[in-house]
C-alpha cells in the first residue's frame, strides 16, 4: 500500500462467496437437465473490467441513458429530500463511475448526507473508497463487502435515519419477473417509510436495438459471457475449451426476457477437478447464463404498486428507452 493512502474500513457482512459456493452453485447448474449457470459469477476481476467495457460501448445504450438522466437530473434526485441528512445506499456501486455525478453534485450543493457503497468484490470496494477520499474528501464513506439482501439486512438493523436506495443499471433485469418482486418486497421491508428508492430500469423498445446491446460488433459481450467458463476453469480446475463454445442472445418481446446463452460447438466432454466430476454436452447443446429483463412503464407501475412502494416520479431517457423511476416506501 502506498505510504499516504488512508485504510479503508469496510463492513462485512454474510457473505458467502467462497470457492464453496461457487463449486456448488457450478455443480447444481451442471449437473441439472437444462444446463445453467448464475450471472453473479460473470464478475471477478476480468469480468468485472469486461463489464466496464461493455459499458463504454454505443450498442450498450443503458449506460449512457442513465448517465444523460442523472447528469439533467442530479438536482431533482437531491430536491426529493427536501434539505432533510439521508443515507445514500449504492446497490452493486461497482466503480460508482454514475453515482459520482450524484456525488460531486450533493457535496457541492453541501446536501447533509453520507455515501453506503455496496459490492461483492472486496478489491473494487477499496479502490472505490480510495478514490472517494481523494476526490471528495469530505464525504464520509461506509462501504459494504455483501449479497443485496445481507446488505439491506444490515442496514435495516444499523442504520436509521432517511435513506436513498440506488439500485440503477437495470440490475433488477437480472431476477425473473416474480423473483424481482420478492426482492423488491424484501427491500421494501428493511426501508422505513418515507425512504426513497431510484430504480434504473431498461424499457421494452424495438427487439433489434436490445438484441444489439447483447450480442455487441466487437464481441466484449461474447467475451463477457464465455469468461464464466474461464473463471470454472481458473477457480474450479475446470478443462473447459474456450474456442469450442459460442456466445448467443435472444430476445423475447413477449415477456421482455433477454436471455444469454453458451452454446457448445461439438459433441464434447469437461471435468472440472475441484468437483472431481465430468459433464458432456452434445453438439449445440446451451447453458443458460443470464436473463436481463424489460419492462413497460405500466408494468413497473404494477412492480412498485405490489412490492409495498408509490411511485413518485420517473425520469425519462426519451430517445432510448430507459426510465429511473423514484419510488417512496409507504406509510
Ligand atoms: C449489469 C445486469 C444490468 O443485464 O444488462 C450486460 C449485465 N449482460 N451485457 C445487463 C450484462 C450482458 C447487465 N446488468
Request: aromatic share 12%.
Amino acid at each position: 500500500m502506498h505510504p499516504d493512502t488512508k485504510e479503508i474500513q469496510i463492513v462485512e457482512t454474510g457473505l458467502r462467496q467462497g470457492a464453496g459456493q461457487f463449486a456448488e452453485d457450478v455443480l447444481k447448474g451442471l449437473s441439472s437437465k437444462k444446463k445453467r449457470l448464475p450471472s453473479r459469477y460473470f464478475y471477478d476481476e476480468k469480468g468485472s473490467r469486461l463489464f466496464e467495457e461493455i459499458m463504454k460501448l454505443d450498442e450498450y445504450y443503458l449506460t449512457n441513458c442513465e448517465w444523460d438522466i442523472f447528469r439533467k437530473h442530479k438536482q431533482d434526485f437531491l430536491d426529493l429530500l427536501q434539505g432533510e441528512a439521508f443515507h445514500l445506499v449504492d446497490l452493486g456501486a461497482g466503480d460508482a463511475q454514475k453515482t459520482r455525478v450524484l456525488l460531486n453534485h450533493f457535496s457541492s450543493q453541501n446536501a447533509k448526507y453520507d455515501y453506503v457503497p455496496i459490492d461483492i468484490n472486496r478489491d473494487i470496494l477499496e479502490e472505490l473508497g480510495q478514490l472517494l477520499a481523494e476526490e471528495i474528501p469530505g464525504l464520509n464513506t461506509i462501504p459494504i463487502l455483501a449479497e443485496y439482501f445481507d446488505a439491506l439486512d444490515w442496514i435495516g438493523k444499523n442504520q436509521s435515519g432517511r435513506k436513498l436506495v440506488l439500485f440503477m443499471g437495470s440490475n433488477i433485469g437480472n431476477f425473473s419477473k416474480a423473483g424481482a418482486a420478492v426482492f423488491l418486497t424484501r427491500m421494501c421491508r428493511v426501508m422505513n417509510p418515507g425512504d426513497l428508492l431510484l430504480i434504473g430500469v431498461d424499457l421494452k423498445k424495438d427487439p433489434r436495438q436490445i438484441l444489439r446491446a447483447y450480442d455487441d460488433s466487437k464481441g466484449v459481450t461474447a467475451r463477457f459471457n464465455l469468461n464464466l467458463l474461464e473463471r470454472i476453469n481458473r477457480e474450479l480446475g475446470g478443462d473447459f475449451e474456450i474456442d469450442n463454445w459460442r456466445h448467443y442472445a435472444n430476445y423475447n418481446p413477449i415477456n421482455g426476457a433477454v436471455k444469454s446463452y453458451l452454446i457448445s460447438q461439438i459433441d464434447q466432454k469437461v471435468t472440472i477437478n475441484s468437483l472431481k466430476k465430468t459433464f458432456s454436452f452434445d453438439a449445440f447443446e446451451a447453458i443458460h447464463t443470464e436473463y436481463s429483463y424489460k419492462y413497460t412503464l405500466k408494468e413497473i407501475e404494477l412492480l412498485a404498486d405490489n412490492c409495498g412502494f408509490v411511485r413518485l416520479e420517473n425520469f425519462v431517457c426519451q430517445q432510448a428507452g430507459f426510465v429511473d423511476s423514484v419510488w417512496r416506501v409507504r406509510g
